[in-house]
């Protein structure tokens, strides 16, 4: 809910702090008194369109601050969030600044956001309803989804929504195999012949790494080999490695016996350094043993070569030739195939359509059967509001094959006709802004639980009402308020009567000019005010009998 909106300088009002509650909340106050700079102000909030007229005449700037109490897991949170807003979890608060120049800055939780994103966060928190023209009731791009959460059709939208994507991806795997078909049709020569340059060199993983290390190994053949000769002589010559072990152990061995043991360690390390320094000596006579043929040579850099060659005319490496050929081998199959995929292709894409269609027909039988529920029930709330004369049509039609999508194939549009033998129309077109705000009072009073918004704001929505009409709209709005917080506008006693919070807007006298004042009434300032509303300017005591009887019949 709105717990408090912060108004600086904004047309008649300087310095003004309010706080709100759940429940029905009614602002009153003379013509002319300032409730609508109210609304103006909320909706600098909210993203709505800023005007430099709004800047507080002799100010710099204008800035607004609402405060948001929401509950976990609201979608305007999780939406935040995925922009990256800090701070969620400690409440949500909307700022606008704007200047005397009509430039505007917009702010969430203190972090800049566009304009855009603040509209977008201010309408999924608030509906206002009356002044305004950017409701959700009156945007048809919204009255599908509010028919379809009437109607709880969400079982049939989630079949529709698989069966849709079963058809585009059905219908995607049969145009990637026809442009596949067309490409090797006219690449059919090329196809083949690269295939068989492929296949006819036979690439084997890892083959490249082990031809570039023997191509090194032989490139250095008789350096290697003349190192390795030379190391054997050290190792086997007169005088060299194993002959010098083999005579320090026997001469060791000769007289071990006399040293009472104390040669047995040296013993041990001599005996374990001939039989390593012997294996390095095998290891050694293996490895000398090399191809130094210039032709092997050859013939390892014309392969190595080859395939590098080969892998670069297919933007590939060469252990990636093989998945070359296999990609080739699949083209020029299916060119072979004679379109026998394409064909398997195109029955499924066909069962994937119908599926859809059959979902989609289910789907709209559900909105039919939908929309002539949220006729009857919105006709029962307009005769208490005097639109008896009204009727409200749930309008379905097809949408063009091009326009079917995962919520089905159906346009809605929520029409009216205000007088019997007028033709239906938009909600939108309504021309009276009482009307329009009465008619989607009663639609909202039908819709609240489809389409739970936590705050509502209603602009006059008693104009040129009184009686037992005020009186509907008052228990309308009451009701609405258990669900979810309302802010109301209002003239009528009737409706002002119902509120469980009431602030009354005035005009008083400052330095310089005048300045728009909003004072949350007490119990008896609640009723003094109602009484004014029915008496006019002097108040009397009929009228004050008058309104406890009214905040009597309102209940608590």
Request: aromatic share 2%.
């Amino acid at each position: 809910m709105l717990t408090t909106l912060s108004i600086r300088d904004v047309v008649l009002i300087g310095r003004l702090d309010l706080s709100f509650h759940a429940g029905l909340c009614v602002l009153t106050g003379e013509t002319g008194s300032g409730k609508s700079i109210l609304l103006d102000a909320l909706g600098l909030a909210l993203g709505m369109r800023a005007e430099a007229r709004l800047v507080r005449h002799g100010a710099d700037q204008a800035s607004v601050t609402a405060l948001f109490d929401l509950a976990a897991g609201h979608p305007v949170l999780e939406t935040l969030n995925e922009h990256g807003i800090a701070g969620l979890e400690d409440g949500l608060m909307l700022r606008r600044v704007l200047g005397a120049d009509g430039r505007s800055k917009a702010f969430i939780n203190d972090q800049p956001v566009s304009v855009q994103l603040l509209k977008e966060t201010g309408g999924g928190l608030v509906e206002v309803h009356g002044q305004f023209e950017n409701q959700r009731l009156l945007n048809e791009a919204a009255h599908r989804g509010l028919l379809d959460s009437f109607g709880d059709l969400s079982a049939g939208l989630k079949i529709t929504g698989d069966a849709h994507k079963g058809w585009k991806d059905a219908a995607g795997a049969r145009i990637r195999a026809e442009a596949d078909m067309e490409a090797a049709g006219r690449d059919g020569e090329f196809l083949r012949h690269a295939l068989d340059e492929i296949t006819a060199l036979d690439p084997k993983p890892g083959e490249e790494t082990g031809l570039a290390r023997q191509r090194t190994l032989m490139m250095h053949g008789e350096q290697l080999v003349a190192a390795m000769n030379t190391a054997a002589e050290e190792l086997r010559g007169d005088g060299g490695a194993l002959r010098s072990l083999e005579g320090a152990l026997r001469e060791l061995k000769r007289v071990a016996e006399k040293a009472g043991g104390r040669l047995a360690d040296t013993l041990d390390a001599l005996a374990r350094a001939q039989s390593e320094t012997a294996e390095a000596d095998a290891l050694l006579e293996a490895a000398a043993v090399m191809d130094l043929d210039p032709r092997s040579l050859e013939q390892a850099e014309e392969r190595l070569f080859a395939l590098r060659a080969l892998a670069r005319k297919h933007s590939t490496e060469v252990d990636g030739l093989a998945e070359v050929a296999e990609d080739l081998a699949a083209k020029v199959q299916g060119l072979e195939d004679g379109g026998a995929r394409l064909a398997e292709l195109t029955k499924a894409e066909k069962q994937a359509r119908e599926t859809y269609e059959s979902a989609a027909a289910a789907l709209s039988q559900g909105r039919g059967k939908a929309a002539g529920e949220l006729d009857k029930a919105v006709a029962r709330e307009l005769k208490p509001l005097k639109l008896e004369k009204a009727k409200f049509t749930t309008a379905l039609d097809d949408l063009p094959e091009d326009a079917w999508g995962p919520d089905g194939r159906d346009k809605v549009v929520f029409q009216v006709t205000t007088n019997p033998g007028a033709p239906a129309g938009p909600l939108a077109k309504i021309s009276s802004g009482g009307e329009l705000a009465r008619f989607t009072l009663a639609l909202k009073a039908v819709l609240a639980q489809a389409d739970p918004v936590p705050i509502l704001v209603f602009d006059e929505v008693d104009s040129d009402v009184g009686g037992a009409v005020a009186a509907a709209v008052g228990e309308r709005l009451a009701g609405l308020a258990g669900d979810a917080q309302v802010l109301v506008v209002t003239h009528s006693p009737q409706v002002a009567a119902r509120g469980m919070h009431h602030w009354l807007v005035s005009k008083s006298d400052a330095d310089p000019g005048v300045l728009t004042t909003v004072d949350a009434l007490s119990d008896e300032g609640r009723k003094e005010e109602i009484a004014r509303m029915l008496a006019g300017a002097k108040i009397t005591d009929e009228a004050r009998a008058a309104a406890d009887s009214l905040l009597e019949g309102a209940g608590p």
